[in-house]
């Protein structure tokens, strides 16, 4: 299984700011990527918040590879693979953070 770690969450260009995955876990054609996203609360607060995406990797019939996040029977060992190393990498952040505060 393949890990990619990027060195910054995100890039300002201009005036406008891409979003750029956190962690990125790969398993073949099947892969989750953590995103690290900020909202603002109703008290109007900035809050951190991560989600993860997933999608399966293939080739069209001209060979142009695309992706999708439907899974064929086959794909799903191999996603529960990459979503478990996601929540795992969740949560271990999460309880790192958690003892250094």
């Known amino acids: 299984m393949e ?3 990027s060195t910054e969450n995100r890039f300002s260009e201009g005036s ?3 979003n750029l995955p956190e ?3 790969r398993a073949g054609a099947i892969s989750a990527t953590i995103w690290q996203n900020d909202g ?3 008290d109007g607060s900035i809050a951190s918040f991560n989600t993860i995406s997933f999608e399966r990797g293939y080739k069209d019939k001209e ?3 695309k992706s999708t996040t439907s899974l064929r029977v086959a ?3 191999r996603a529960v693979v990459v979503l478990n190393k996601a ?3 969740l949560v271990m952040k999460q309880g790192n953070n ?3 505060a």
């Open 3 to 5: 890990e990619k770690k």
């Open 16 to 18: 406008s700011t891409r």
């Open 23 to 25: 962690k990125k876990f």
């Open 40 to 42: 603002q609360r109703k």
């Open 63 to 65: 060979g142009n590879w």
């Open 75 to 77: 794909d799903i060992p």
């Open 87 to 89: 929540y795992e990498y």
């Open 98 to 100: 958690a003892h250094a």
